[in-house]
Nanobody, 122 residues
Framework: HLVESGGGLVQAGDSLTLPCVAH????????MGWFRQAPGKEREFVAAISWDSVTTNFADSVKGRFTISRNNVKNTVYLRMNSLKPEDTAIYYC?????????????????WGQGTQVTVSS
């Protein structure tokens, strides 16, 4: 399963890093994604990294501010969020897709974490 952490309450302009640790699978075989869901809104794609780390994708709303990376030794994928804005407030979910190629569609992912809350105050 997947376990996210690192969420919290921050101010606009601050940075935050969300780690997601994978347990029980061959982590290096999985493309990893981050999605988020704000109150009253549908879950949306944020960022993804392919299983071989060759490809990354980002939502237009976070390009230039967020980065995604992975450490296969630690079975962990990271979402680094810079220049946070109040509109980034959401529950952030980690996801895994077998041999995924940095997929942006949520339906493609096989496993999901429970989420971690990020709140950005203005």
């Amino acid at each position: 399963h997947l376990v996210e952490s690192g969420g919290g309450l921050v101010q606009a302009g601050d940075s935050l890093t969300l780690p997601c640790v994978a347990h029980g699978r061959v982590f290096s075989n999985y493309g990893m994604g981050w999605f988020r869901q704000a109150p009253g809104k549908e879950r949306e794609f944020v960022a993804a990294i392919s299983w071989d780390s060759v490809t990354t994708n980002f939502a237009d709303s976070v390009k230039g501010r967020f980065t995604i990376s992975r450490n296969n030794v630690k079975n962990t994928v990271y979402l680094r969020m810079n220049s946070l804005k109040p509109e980034d407030t959401a529950i952030y979910y980690c996801s895994a897709e077998m041999f995924g190629g940095a997929t942006i569609q949520a339906a493609a992912y096989d496993y999901w974490g429970q989420g971690t809350q990020v709140t950005v105050s203005s």
